[in-house]
């Protein structure tokens, strides 16, 4: 029968140990067993810590790492996150193994906590892991990964869990792993439709009073007497049009399509102004530096200095979710 891999949940702060998180992580994973933790949980949530309960209840080992930092803390229960995870890790009779600082005088300021009352919950939290485990102490990563290990070993042969067993040619390690890589690629692209949501909450305008028409006139040197009646968010997806599928365009070129479109190919208003002087018109140079003022262009030069435009990661989001909006409507 084949050897058993255990599922080993790793938990700690994350911004001040994200170094000694990753190379306890890389050690489980060249022990062949199979490591967990927040890494697969993008935020912490009611939704995330469900989730994350039902991973360290499946879990066969908890490993706490304790640094300076006593992490985010939970309004309701008025502790932090992770003390939250070995108490539920504790109730579920999971084996713990704790790791904490040697040098808990020495660590740098910005890894350490600052406040009083902060240090003494996480002083109080110490004590409480100290009561019903023994510390395993380190001061380098080097040493974290080595006890780690050695820790590992010992818990293995002492006190064996269920573990994971490949039944049938299936190893549910390999299942596991591949539902954490899916698990994260979903929560980035929830992350990317919640950003892609907040650009379009704006009554679905792509800048300020984005529905807003304006007189615009293309023209390069002076005031045409024909201006086009256009809004802003239009105007913007005609140049994005011409933008979209180019790294950079010169403007002399980019000029050129555009005025081509909107007087040729679009079915926007031409008006003639009598005095063109007195009217708000907005020129082409205004209309630019307006959405390079919102992130959506930018104004790059190529190598004989000629003045070019490309969209911004944003404005190509903006584009995407602009169209694909408009395609539903129609």
């Known amino acids: 029968m084949s050897q058993p891999r255990y599922q080993i949940f790793v938990s700690s702060t994350f911004k001040d140990l994200q170094d000694e998180r990753q190379a306890v992580l890389n050690a489980i994973l060249k022990l062949n067993q199979f490591p967990a933790g ?4 993008p935020a912490v949530n009611d ?3 469900e989730h994350i309960e039902k991973v360290i209840e499946v879990s066969d080992y908890y490993i706490l790492i304790i640094g300076g930092k006593y992490g985010s803390i939970e309004a309701e229960s008025g502790i932090s996150y992770t003390e939250k995870e070995y108490d539920f890790a504790v109730s579920k009779n999971i084996p713990v193994l704790a790791f904490t600082r040697s040098d808990e005088n020495s660590i740098p300021v910005g890894k350490a906590e600052m406040n009083e009352e902060i240090r003494e919950k996480l002083k109080k939290f110490k004590q409480k892991v ?3 485990h023994h510390w395993n102490y380190w001061k380098t990563i080097d040493e974290l ?7 590992l070993a010992f818990a293995f042969a002492t006190n064996p869990q269920k573990g994971w067993v490949k039944v049938g040619g299936i190893d549910n390690t390999e ?4 539902l954490a890589k899916t698990q994260k690629k979903l929560d980035e692209l929830q992350i990317e439709n919640k950003q892609l949501k907040q650009i379009a909450s704006s009554n ?6 984005g529905e807003r028409e304006i007189f615009f006139d293309p023209s390069k040197d002076h005031y045409s007497k024909h201006q086009i009646l256009i809004s802003w968010n239009s105007l913007f997806l005609e140049v994005a049009c011409i933008l979209v599928d180019k790294a950079k365009l010169q403007n002399y070129y980019f000029m050129d399509s555009l005025v081509n479109n909107l007087f040729r190919h679009c079915e926007y208003p031409v008006v003639e102004i009598a005095d063109p002087d007195k009217a708000d018109i907005i020129r082409s140079e205004t209309a630019m530096n307006q959405f390079v003022a919102i992130d959506l262009i930018k104004a790059t030069f190529d190598r004989k200095e000629n003045l070019c435009w490309t969209l911004t990661e944003k404005g190509r989001k903006v584009y995407s979710l602009q169209t694909a909006i408009k395609f539903k409507e129609d």
């Open 38 to 41: 927040m890494e697969i949980f």
């Open 47 to 49: 939704t995330a810590w």
């Open 145 to 151: 990964k080595a006890n780690v290990v050695t820790s």
């Open 175 to 178: 299942l596991l792993e591949q």
């Open 204 to 209: 679905n305008s792509l800048i300020s009073q």
């Open 130 to 132: 100290g009561n019903k």
